[in-house]
């Protein structure tokens, strides 16, 4: 990151402490600054206002214990630490002619390519906001099983309780997917036909047929119900002896 002369006569004016912008932290996540540098994948600049707002922060606010930076030991790296996340804080601290700095390692990140992922990442999560993207990449994570990652360096407090969503959210989908093969299956069918006019003038001849002898057999159960035993029994005896 280039700065001009004016930001850095105008940071280092500020008189930070480096006693009192860290008093809110435990001293065991103070590393030494000279052993820590920017990564060269960090596609996010800042410009000059915004870097001197963050220094006019830490003199009022301090470094809260929530804002600690990220670094991984990198092996191929100009110092034994490359940052993850928290160039523009460095920045300020060195400016500032601090010895130490805050950050917590990402054990789990080895190599180039994880580490410009998790980058990549915290950027994209600032710039878009996107909390459901960002609960979705926890839950993977815990899934994963990715528990020490969670709990040092994203602040995650209960692990266990994103597996129990990862959970309910499949259950949730299976429901919801057989709830829909059941209405698939249970939904009326329509069948279309398609007719030329003579087959579709037999159509409506047997139609018509089928509606005569439907009427003609509900006429017959009429009158069937309408006799008496004895009635039953006479008709009976001329059918008998109609044979």
Same mark, same amino acid.
């Given at each position: 990151?280039?700065?001009?002369?004016?930001? #850095?006569?105008?940071?280092?004016?500020?008189?930070?402490?480096?006693?009192?912008?860290?008093?809110?932290?435990?001293?065991?996540?103070?590393?030494?600054?000279?052993?820590?540098?920017?990564?060269? /994948?960090?596609?996010?600049?800042?410009?000059?206002?915004?870097?001197?707002?963050?220094?006019?922060?830490?003199?009022?606010?301090?470094?809260?214990?929530?804002?600690?930076?990220?670094?991984?030991?990198?092996?191929?790296?100009?110092?034994?630490?490359?940052?993850?996340?928290?160039?523009?804080?460095?920045?300020?601290?060195?400016?500032?002619?601090?010895?130490?700095?805050?950050?917590?390692?990402?054990?789990?990140?080895?190599?180039?390519?994880?580490?410009?992922?998790?980058?990549?990442?915290?950027?994209?999560?600032?710039?878009?906001?996107?909390?459901?993207?960002?609960?979705?990449?926890?839950?993977?994570?815990?899934?994963?099983?990715?528990?020490?990652?969670?709990?040092?360096?994203?602040?995650?407090?209960?692990?266990?309780?994103?597996?129990?969503?990862?959970?309910?959210?499949?259950?949730?989908?299976?429901?919801?997917?057989?709830?829909?093969? #059941?209405?698939?299956?249970?939904?009326?069918?329509?069948?279309?036909?398609?007719?030329?006019?003579?087959? /579709?003038?037999?159509?409506?001849?047997?139609?018509?047929?089928?509606?005569?002898?439907?009427?003609?057999?509900?006429?017959?159960?009429?009158?069937?119900?309408?006799?008496?035993?004895?009635?039953?029994?006479?008709?009976?005896?001329?059918?008998?002896?109609?044979?």
């Amino acid at each position: 990151m280039a700065l001009s002369p004016t930001i #850095e006569r105008k940071v280092a004016a500020l008189g930070l402490k480096q006693e009192h912008v860290f008093g809110l932290l435990d001293p065991g996540v103070l590393l030494p600054l000279s052993s820590i540098s920017p990564n060269v /994948y960090n596609p996010k600049t800042c410009e000059d206002a915004r870097l001197l707002s963050i220094a006019q922060s830490l003199r009022r606010k301090q470094w809260q214990p929530s804002q600690v930076a990220l670094v991984w030991r990198d092996p191929d790296g100009a110092t034994e630490y490359t940052l993850i996340d928290g160039e523009h804080r460095w920045m300020v601290c060195k400016l500032s002619g601090f010895t130490h700095y805050p950050v917590v390692v990402a054990t789990q990140v080895t190599t180039r390519e994880q580490a410009t992922e998790v980058t990549l990442a915290f950027e994209e999560a600032r710039a878009r906001k996107d909390k459901r993207k960002s609960a979705d990449l926890l839950i993977q994570a815990a899934v994963r099983g990715d528990d020490d990652f969670l709990t040092q360096v994203l602040r995650v407090r209960d692990p266990e309780r994103l597996r129990a969503a990862a959970l309910q959210r499949e259950q949730s989908v299976n429901a919801a997917r057989e709830k829909a093969a #059941e209405q698939r299956a249970s939904a009326p069918r329509t069948v279309t036909l398609v007719m030329t006019g003579a087959q /579709y003038d037999e159509y409506q001849a047997a139609l018509g047929k089928a509606r005569t002898v439907l009427a003609r057999a509900q006429n017959t159960i009429g009158m069937v119900t309408d006799l008496s035993d004895g009635d039953v029994v006479a008709v009976a005896a001329v059918l008998r002896n109609a044979r």
